[in-house]
């Protein structure tokens, strides 16, 4: 029998996360008046103790021990060894991955969840509400609040909460409260469903909805959380990436390659970021966010000041954006179609420490198939996009003769996104979602006036 799987024992969890803010500069979030935010202002938003975490500069943050007692029902994260998908494509390539599917939601997002939950409980908050795309994000929180009784209210972008509907009846069941977005709930809501009242959605409409239910609480016990996107989720995920080094270790391998999906950037920055400091810090490795073809942030759209969501609630981040009101198009990956992007993620592929690609959907399901054949796993569709580029790059190993060492991030399953691997296998999905540059050059009208990020270094 092949040693397919590498893991840790408990006692060997990582026991404090790592916080990239140390190591890179940023440009800060901007208020309304043009200056950078102050924690005063977003302390209707978040709990002071997470606001803290966002703007901390500490390289090592402890993880609470109330916290790793939930992450010990899935953590720590096995590795695996893909030899069944090395053979199939007949690569000299290593090919290895953190298995973050295992979550009792089936991805990386309890990471964050469990965490924030525990923040808002010890701040005294008695109800959280969020956004969901795909329901991944609103499945974990719903989750994490169960764990620490905090009430949990989740906006649903309605194209998925329509494909999806299973994805719903687990946020009930561990008693969340979903509605699909645009509602009437909330002004941002009933906004988008004036102007078209036939509007799939968006991850923007959603947290704009979500942030209004929560600042527009009167008992003052109602708090938003966002999924992705801020230093503090980044944070939190961190303990992806800090396992897998101490498992390549075990097996005296370290990656050429490591490569994640990314819609907000939290899974792919979760691997990547304690990799990242070895990178400032001189190592030679290729890092990969991949990102879908129908929602091109990094690949396409420019290093700007933009909001991160439609109703333009939050302050102005530095970040790649498509614009706040840009509408992907539906494809099947909801949890890839953000209109932004981490801060943090932006900073680093604008430096060049992260290369972003993009992949097509048609590619990314041949992958995802593939994947499910060889690995055994069947993908999330957000998965699927990473997948791809580890295919595109195993074979280039095998075509240039190179036992390159590959890592990625399995950042979930696809068992609750069957339909759109019926529309795949039954040759129903579209291959190929055609931007042409009007369409982005049109949606970035809306940060055209902003103030423009400064231009900063890491490289030691
Ligand atoms: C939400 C989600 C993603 C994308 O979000 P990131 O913040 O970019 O990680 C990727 N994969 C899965 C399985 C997800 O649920």
Same mark, same amino acid.
């Given at each position: 029998?092949?040693?397919?799987?590498?893991?840790?024992?408990?006692?060997?969890?990582?026991?404090?996360?790592?916080?990239?803010?140390?190591?890179?500069?940023?440009?800060?979030?901007?208020?309304?008046?043009?200056?950078?935010?102050?924690?005063?202002?977003?302390?209707?938003?978040?709990?002071?103790?997470?606001?803290?975490?966002?703007?901390?500069?500490?390289?090592?943050?402890?993880?609470?021990?109330?916290?790793?007692?939930?992450?010990?029902?899935?953590?720590?994260?096995?590795?695996?060894?893909?030899?069944?998908?090395?053979?199939?494509?007949?690569?000299?390539?290593?090919?290895?991955?953190?298995?973050?599917?295992?979550?009792?939601?089936?991805?990386?997002?309890?990471?964050?969840?469990?965490?924030?939950?525990?923040?808002?409980?010890?701040?005294?908050?008695?109800?959280?509400?969020?956004?969901?795309?795909?329901?991944?994000?609103?499945?974990?929180?719903?989750?994490? &609040?169960?764990?620490?009784?905090?009430? &949990?209210?989740?906006?649903?972008?309605?194209?998925?909460?329509?494909?999806?509907?299973?994805?719903?009846?687990?946020?009930?069941?561990?008693?969340?409260? &979903?509605?699909?977005?645009?509602?009437?709930?909330?002004?941002?809501?009933?906004?988008?469903?004036?102007?078209?009242?036939?509007?799939?959605?968006?991850?923007?409409?959603?947290?704009?909805?979500?942030?209004?239910?929560?600042?527009?609480?009167?008992?003052?016990?109602?708090?938003?959380?966002?999924?992705?996107?801020?230093?503090?989720?980044?944070?939190?995920?961190?303990?992806?990436?800090?396992?897998?080094?101490?498992?390549?270790?075990?097996?005296?391998?370290?990656?050429?390659?490591?490569?994640? &999906?990314?819609?907000?950037?939290?899974?792919?920055?979760?691997?990547?970021?304690?990799?990242?400091?070895?990178?400032?810090?001189?190592?030679?490795?290729?890092?990969?966010?991949?990102?879908?073809?129908?929602?091109?942030?990094?690949?396409?759209?420019?290093?700007?000041?933009?909001?991160?969501?439609?109703?333009?609630?939050?302050?102005?981040?530095?970040?790649?954006?498509?614009?706040?009101?840009?509408?992907?198009?539906?494809?099947?990956?909801?949890?890839?179609?953000?209109? %932004?992007?981490?801060?943090?993620?932006?900073?680093?592929?604008?430096?060049?420490?992260?290369?972003?690609?993009?992949?097509?959907?048609?590619?990314?399901?041949?992958?995802?198939?593939?994947?499910?054949?060889?690995?055994?796993?069947?993908?999330?569709?957000?998965?699927?996009?990473?997948?791809?580029?580890?295919?595109?790059?195993?074979?280039?190993?095998?075509?240039? %003769?190179?036992?390159?060492?590959?890592?990625?991030?399995?950042?979930?399953?696809?068992?609750?996104?069957?339909?759109?691997?019926?529309?795949?296998?039954?040759?129903?999905?579209?291959?190929?979602?055609?931007?042409?540059?009007?369409?982005?050059?049109?949606?970035?009208?809306?940060?055209?006036?902003?103030?423009?990020?400064?231009?900063?270094?890491?490289?030691?």
């Amino acid at each position: 029998m092949k040693k397919r799987q590498i893991f840790l024992n408990q006692d060997e969890m990582p026991r404090q996360w790592y916080n990239i803010l140390s190591d890179i500069k940023m440009n800060p979030p901007l208020g309304p008046n043009g200056n950078p935010v102050t924690p005063e202002q977003l302390a209707p938003v978040f709990p002071m103790n997470l606001i803290e975490q966002e703007v901390s500069t500490e390289r090592w943050i402890d993880i609470p021990e109330e916290v790793l007692d939930v992450y010990s029902i899935w953590r720590p994260a096995p590795m695996v060894r893909a030899y069944n998908l090395e053979k199939a494509l007949g690569t000299p390539a290593r090919i290895y991955f953190k298995n973050e599917s295992i979550s009792p939601p089936g991805s990386h997002k309890p990471n964050t969840a469990v965490p924030q939950a525990y923040y808002n409980k010890v701040f005294g908050i008695e109800k959280m509400t969020t956004e969901t795309g795909a329901g991944q994000w609103g499945s974990a929180l719903s989750f994490a &609040c169960s764990h620490f009784g905090v009430e &949990c209210k989740v906006f649903m972008v309605r194209i998925s909460f329509d494909q999806k509907p299973y994805r719903k009846t687990m946020m009930a069941a561990w008693g969340g409260n &979903c509605v699909p977005s645009p509602s009437m709930d909330t002004r941002a809501g009933r906004e988008a469903l004036e102007k078209d009242p036939n509007t799939p959605g968006t991850l923007g409409i959603a947290i704009s909805e979500a942030i209004e239910a929560a600042v527009g609480d009167e008992s003052g016990k109602t708090r938003y959380s966002l999924g992705s996107v801020l230093n503090h989720v980044m944070l939190h995920q961190t303990v992806i990436g800090l396992e897998a080094r101490k498992q390549m270790e075990k097996v005296g391998e370290y990656p050429d390659i490591i490569i994640g &999906c990314a819609g907000g950037g939290s899974n792919f920055a979760g691997l990547a970021f304690p990799f990242v400091l070895d990178k400032i810090n001189g190592k030679d490795i290729a890092i990969y966010p991949v990102e879908p073809a129908g929602c091109p942030t990094l690949t396409r759209a420019p290093f700007v000041y933009d909001h991160g969501d439609t109703a333009r609630y939050t302050p102005l981040l530095p970040m790649h954006s498509l614009g706040h009101a840009f509408v992907p198009p539906p494809i099947h990956s909801g949890g890839l179609r953000y209109h %932004g992007m981490a801060p943090t993620v932006s900073q680093l592929v604008n430096e060049g420490i992260c290369e972003p690609r993009s992949v097509t959907q048609g590619k990314a399901y041949a992958a995802g198939v593939l994947l499910a054949r060889t690995e055994g796993i069947i993908p999330a569709p957000e998965t699927n996009h990473a997948l791809a580029a580890v295919v595109e790059e195993a074979v280039r190993a095998r075509e240039e %003769g190179k036992e390159k060492v590959i890592l990625f991030n399995w950042s979930g399953h696809g068992l609750l996104d069957l339909g759109a691997y019926e529309a795949y296998l039954s040759g129903n999905l579209k291959e190929d979602i055609d931007l042409p540059d009007t369409l982005l050059t049109e949606a970035g009208e809306v940060y055209a006036g902003n103030p423009k990020p400064g231009k900063l270094s890491s490289r030691r």
